[in-house]
């Protein structure tokens, strides 16, 4: 019986952790983190192809 408490105690802290943090970041606003990323630049495939043949 004491192992179900500790578990439900344990889930429910790893609950209210995630929701504090996902007020902390609606309430600063970094969620577009992942839009920035989405717009950088691919890796040139011709560098890694030079790269490639250079270890050759």
Avoid at 9 to 21: E, Y
Wanted: with cysteine; aromatic share 4%; glycine share 0%.
């Amino acid at each position: 019986m004491e192992v179900i408490m500790l578990t439900v105690f344990v889930s429910l802290c790893l609950v209210a952790c995630s929701v504090l943090l996902l007020a902390v970041t609606l309430k600063y606003r970094t969620q577009d983190h992942a839009e920035r990323l989405a717009l950088l630049p691919m890796d040139d495939e011709t560098k890694v192809s030079q790269q490639d043949s250079e270890q050759s």
